[in-house]
């Protein structure tokens, strides 16, 4: 295949069909858009009000004062707004690989058969697809190469089994980042809760005097970060299920449509 059809966006059905832009740059804009999201709400929310200091640790006594916007809120909000970044671009990659299922890469009547010598043809069409890591194109390159090599449709059936643990296995771990932002946001969320502590304590420095603002201060950031840390985490697992249990379905549908219209159409006798 020469890099300049390696290099060009699949064409099917006349349409063409653009993979999501890479992850990196969708992850990057998320965090973009949580930071002017966060500096919106520094000016829109009154200082030390309630709002503020629950989302954001902005108010008097603050123990991240002195390095505002760098608080424990602020960080768990661009945290999960990568996490939401990374999904995004999973949901958009699930729309990609749905959009080959609809094409016409292969026949779907109810008559239609192949011989063995018809597969070079049907190779030759899904090859500038293949690029693209889709996993139709995929599955189909597989199993063609492996029936015209070995004349074995159980050897191609075989072939396509192998082919889609090995894609489910790199389907996983496409979700290792958000799996991790989802263990460490709540984790970050627990340091807050000891910082805070820690600060309330600091603010008894005699029986008979309490700094009450420091101490509220303190318990404020002890509770809030764990609340807003919890809510987020929750929010990423949720979503993460929506978008991977798509991802799967879209895998396992490619799989069948895979055995349905090809290798059981493959005609032994030609």
Not at 65 to 88: D, E, K, M, R, W
Not at 188 to 200: P, Q, R, S, Y
Not at 204 to 233: C, K, N, Q, W
Request: glycine share 6%; aromatic share 8%; hydrophobic share 50%.
């Amino acid at each position: 295949m020469s890099e300049a059809v390696a290099d060009a966006p699949p064409i099917v059905s006349g349409r063409i069909l653009r993979p999501p832009a890479p992850t990196t740059i969708v992850v990057g804009a998320a965090a973009a858009i949580a930071c002017v999201v966060i500096a919106i709400l520094s000016f829109a929310l009154p200082y030390n009000s309630g709002p503020a200091v629950f989302l954001l640790d902005h108010g008097v006594g603050s123990l991240f004062s002195s390095v505002y916007p760098l608080t424990i809120q602020n960080v768990l909000h661009v945290l999960t707004a990568c996490g939401l970044g990374i999904l995004f671009r999973r949901w958009q990659r699930g729309r990609f690989e749905r959009q080959f299922l609809a094409a016409d890469l292969l026949p779907t009547d109810d008559y239609t058969l192949l011989s063995f010598d018809e597969l070079g043809r049907l190779r030759r069409r899904i090859l500038p697809h293949v690029a693209s890591r889709a996993f139709l194109p995929v599955l189909v390159d597989t199993a063609i190469l492996q029936a015209t090599n070995t004349r074995s449709l159980e050897q191609a059936s075989a072939a396509i089994g192998s082919k889609l643990d090995l894609l489910s296995h790199r389907l996983d771990l496409e979700y290792q980042s958000v799996r991790y932002l989802a263990w460490l946001v709540p984790t970050l969320g627990f340091v807050g809760t000891v910082v805070g502590i820690a600060g309330a304590l600091a603010g008894i420095d005699d029986p008979t005097h309490l700094d009450m603002t420091r101490i509220t201060a303190g318990l404020g950031v002890a509770f809030y970060t764990t609340i807003v840390a919890l809510v987020e985490s929750a929010i990423l697992v949720f979503v993460q299920n929506v978008v991977q249990r798509q991802e799967e379905l879209v895998l396992n549908s490619a799989a069948d449509h895979c055995l349905t219209n090809l290798v059981n159409r493959i005609h032994l006798g030609a």
